[in-house]
């Protein structure tokens, strides 16, 4: 089965420099969430998208933005990049079923930011 | 607000022994509960969901988790430990369709 799909996997990028990070979705699925998680954290919501628009957002910092396509693929673009951001960042995508009860998101395998 | 506590930082079993992860949630609407693992330098695999059906929820891998309102505990059950489910465990919790809450997670580390 398909799932996730996440770009690049690793990605080295100095302070100050900018960052844009790449997520497909399981086809057919509508909703696209994008979460960070730091060394031995748990993983922190940033931001979500349903059908194109912005539907939740959490704590992603002003330098942070995202867009979800008219694909369903979704962007996650970070500027003025701080040692911080060193994290691994994953997106996951659902399917939003009217009055149905599955809400379960699926991740991709993440990408592994490293600012130096 | 929704948030999740998870018992144990690292919970240490031998293999065959039972695997026991806790999990309480805090909701003010029904939660949705679920629980994910994370093997190193990987993303996150669904175990298993509770979603306001079935209180005893069946996963893979041969985990279970049991949905206790009274107690606000969603513990992840495993009869017999195996040495490839050492790897990070982690409760989450939303409601609706929206962003999942994670707990800080649970090292499980298994010993022959």
């Known amino acids: 089965a398909a799932g996730v799909i996440q770009s690049p996997r690793h990605l080295i990028k100095e302070k100050r420099e900018t960052a844009t990070l790449k997520c497909y979705p399981i086809?057919?699925?509508?909703?696209v969430y994008w979460y960070q998680q730091g060394p031995g954290q748990d993983p922190q919501f940033l931001i979500s998208?349903?059908?194109?628009?912005?539907?939740d957002k959490g704590s992603i910092p002003d330098r942070f933005s995202a867009q979800q396509f008219s694909d369903y693929h979704s962007e996650l673009n970070m500027s003025s990049l701080e040692l911080g951001d060193s994290a691994l960042y994953f997106c996951?995508?659902?399917?939003?079923?009217?009055?149905?009860?599955?809400?379960?998101?699926?991740f991709g395998p993440g990408t592994r930011l490293t600012v130096t | 607000a929704q948030s999740v506590t998870q018992l144990g930082s690292h919970v240490s079993v031998s293999e065959g022994a039972l695997v026991l992860l806790r999990c309480n949630y805090s909701?003010?609407?029904?939660?949705?509960l679920f629980w994910y693992v994370q093997y190193p330098n990987q993303g996150l695999q669904l175990l298993l969901k509770?979603?306001?059906?079935?209180?005893l929820v069946k996963g893979i891998n041969g985990f279970e988790a049991e949905f206790k309102k009274s107690e606000t505990s969603f513990h992840l059950t495993k009869p017999s430990a195996h040495m490839s489910d050492a790897a990070e465990y982690f409760c989450?919790?939303?409601?609706?369709?929206?962003?999942?809450?994670f707990g800080t997670g649970t090292r499980l580390q298994v010993t022959l």
């Open positions: 996951a995508s659902s399917l939003f079923l009217a009055g149905g009860n599955s809400y379960e998101q699926y």
């Open positions: 086809p057919r699925h509508d909703t």
């Open positions: 998208f349903y059908e194109k628009m912005q539907s």
């Open positions: 909701s003010s609407v029904p939660p949705y």
């Open positions: 509770y979603t306001s059906a079935a209180t």
């Open positions: 989450a919790v939303s409601n609706t369709a929206s962003k999942l809450t």
